[in-house]
Structures are given as C-alpha cells and as structure tokens.
C-alpha cells in the first residue's frame, strides 16, 4: 500500500462497498488502534522491511517523543505476533518509527461519507425527473456508513457516555417503570429482546465494539443471574439486575461491564458472570466458524467477524475482571477460555480490518503468488502453510483455496 492520503477514491459502487467496509474496521478497534495498523504497515513497506522472517521494533513517535515501544515477530509463513520484549532467534530487530499524528483511516472514511452523501443528493434530485433513484441495497449500506461515521465521531473512550447507549437506556428503562400489570413478563420481554438489539444495532453501524460489548453483557448476564432463581425470586432478580444493568449503560459502556460484574460479585453470584463469558465465547467462535466454512464473499465474511467480535471482546472483559476476582488463582478451563477469547478477539479486529486493506485484492494476489512459487519449488507443505496461516488469522475462508491453488483470475497478473 502506498500511503493511504495518496490513494485516490474509488468511485460508484467501489465507493460504498470500500466504505462499508472501512466503517466496520472503524467500528471494530477503538479506531485509534486502526490507525496504529495502517501507520505502521505504510511505514514498514516504505523502509522496504520485508514481510516474513523479521524481527521489528516499532517505536510510536507522537510530537517527537516515543511514548510507546513493541516488538513485531513474522514468521517465513506469514504468522505475526507482537511482543514487548525481543526474539533472540531472530538476530538483530530492524528500527522502525512511526509518527501517530496522522489519521489516515478517518481522514478517507470522512472522504467517502462526504463523497456518497454526494452521490445519494444527486440521485434524490434527479428522481422526480425520471431518473434512477437509489437500489434499496446501496441505501441499507449508505445508512450503514452515515450511522459509523456519527459512531466513530462521537467515541472518546471506553470510560465516557455513548448517546446511542444513553437513548437506549432511557427508553427500556421508562418501558419497565411503566410496566403495570403483568410487569414480570414485560421485563422478561425486554431481557430476550436485548440480544437481538445488540445485534441489530452493530448491523446498522450505530454501535462500536465497546457499545456492542456493554450490551451484549446487558443483555446476558441478568438473564443468567435470575437462572438460579426459582418462582418470585426469578423475576426479581431478573428485574434487579436487567434495571441496574440499564442505569449503569447510561454512564458508559465500561460502567455496564465492570458495574454489572461488581455487583454480581458483591452479592456471591460469579458463577454467572462464568456462564455468561462462556456463552458470549462460544457465539463468537460460532461466527468465526460461519466466516470461515462460509462462501468466498468478502461482504459476508467481514458481516460475521463485525457480529463475532463484540462477543468475543465481552467474554474477555469478564474473563479478566474473574480473574482479578480471584486473585488466590483460577482453576479449571477459565484461564484457556481467558486466553482463546483474547486471541479470538484480535484475530477477528484484523480479519475486519484485512478485508478492507484487501479491497482491491492485492493481498490475495500476493498470496496467491506465494502459493505458487512455493508449488514449483514443490514445497507442498509451504503451500498447506500459507493456506492454513491465512484462515487461522480470519484472512479469508477456507473457500478461497480454490482460488490460490487454481489459475490466475486476473487478468493482469503474470506468474512470477
């Protein structure tokens, strides 16, 4: 990639499928965390480091100071993995500083939204004259970038309130108070609503990872707590909870995870935040498994992994706040969850995040190339490697080893 600010926009329905995506990948990291991503990979390429079999140092520079320092491991196979100290079996580290002033991720995407909103005035104008209006599926994803770029506008931290969570809170909270009768099966509505809502909030681009993650424990865990409660007692605990959950929404989403786990601690009911992270884990990796087993469709594979990651992303926090919960240590299978839903989590922020930088295919050229210059060097366990590497990192499903092991589809590209 040559840098992002100098790569002109694509235009029509490359515009708005490359926004989509952009705006799931802005939506997946607290975007400054994309940003990293995209800085460090165009600082990389521009010190023609290469790309596998290095050991590199990164130093964030911000107003000519280094406030940060990682290490990046790449295997010959293409496997990353970011350190804070070195691998002595890699030799010498290369240096590489990266400035983090620039923002070039928002920068484009503020480009496209300005662009399409453009575009969607136009065709509006033009309608009443017999022109085309917009296709029903370009303004679902319009409405889809319009709805991420307030998102990614309006986020500051974790630890600071979201509107979309404040309205949210408001409105369920004010459905419960006025419940009146049958109010115990109103609340019980409410709880089996959030899920859903969760969901259906991601999808349409109001709710980054954070949000997603607060509601989604919203949402799981008072349902669980009231589990272990029979009769009257069940529908208490469930109102208790599900109506503290929702005041602790309108804080911030931070407040929701970490308030909501306090409290079930408090009253001797960890078993719950426990049953709750298991099943947000195992949502998770059912998404990664339909994105992975799914059709060679970057629009549905990046859907899956966009969902997937707030689950996983929750079942994390939980995982941690249980452990700092105990800190005598952990027992049974919670330290190996603790650790597959870290890994999940970021492998699917940078899945989201490859389907954009591969929009125009480059990366799978690349890797396609790879494939096979190692088949005529009939290294066939190479060829396994890179097929499996790209799908154990949520690059591409595993349908698209048709595509790498078969004759170029594209026209321009020689074998090498």
């Known amino acids: 990639m040559n840098r992002l600010e100098d790569e002109p926009l694509p235009t029509g329905a490359k515009a708005l499928h490359e926004a989509v995506l952009l705006g799931r990948a802005l939506l997946n990291f607290v975007p400054d965390a994309l940003e990293r991503t995209v800085l460090v990979d165009q600082a990389w390429r521009a ?13 964030y520079v911000q107003h000519g100071t280094v406030v940060d320092e990682s290490y990046v491991h790449v295997d010959r196979a293409g496997g990353g993995r970011h350190t804070h100290s070195p691998d ?10 990266v400035d983090l002033g620039p923002t070039p991720c928002q920068d484009r995407f503020r ?19 017999g022109g085309p209006g917009p296709h029903p ?6 409405r889809f970038v319009d709805a991420a770029q307030e998102a990614c506008r309006s986020f500051v931290r974790p630890d600071v309130e979201q509107p979309v969570l404040t309205v949210w809170a408001d409105r369920l909270v004010s459905e419960m108070r006025n419940a009146g009768p049958g109010a115990a099966e109103r609340v019980a509505s409410i709880a089996r609503r959030l899920p859903a809502l969760a969901d259906g909030l991601r999808r349409e681009g109001r709710l980054d990872v954070w949000a997603s993650s607060a509601l989604l424990v919203a949402a799981h865990v008072p349902r669980l707590v009231a589990e272990h409660f029979s009769g009257r007692d069940h529908a208490t605990q469930l109102a208790r909870y ?23 601690a408090r009253e001797n009911l960890t078993h719950s935040l426990d049953q709750a992270a298991d099943d947000l884990l195992d949502q998770a990796e059912q998404h990664r498994e339909w994105a992975v087993d799914g059709p060679l469709d970057r ?7 966009f969902l997937g990651t707030p689950k996983a992303w929750a079942a994390m926090q939980l995982y941690r706040i249980l452990k700092d919960l105990a800190p005598a240590g952990e027992s049974g299978q919670r330290p190996r969850r603790r650790t597959v839903a870290e890994e999940l989590a970021v492998r699917m922020q940078d899945g989201v995040a490859h389907q954009w930088l591969d929009v125009d295919d480059a990366r799978t050229i690349e890797a396609w190339r790879q494939v096979h210059k190692l088949r005529r060097a009939g290294d066939e366990q190479g060829v396994r490697t890179v097929l499996r590497e790209g799908e154990l990192r949520l690059f591409r499903p595993r349908s698209a080893r048709n595509l790498l092991l078969g004759p170029s589809p594209w026209s321009h590209i020689r074998e090498e």
């Open 299 to 305: 629009d549905y594979f990046s859907t899956q992994l």
């Open 47 to 59: 010190a023609e480091i290469p790309q596998r079999g290095v050991s590199v140092r990164v130093s």
């Open 242 to 264: 599900l109506f503290f959950a929702l005041l602790e929404m309108r804080v911030s989403p931070w407040q929701v995870i970490y308030g909501v786990s306090q409290k079930v």
């Open 88 to 97: 002595p079996s890699t030799g010498t580290p290369y240096e590489l500083r």
């Open 137 to 142: 599926v370009a303004l679902a994803w319009w």
């Open 111 to 129: 480009r496209l939204h300005g662009y399409l909103r453009d575009q969607l005035r136009e065709a509006a104008a033009a309608e009443p004259s």
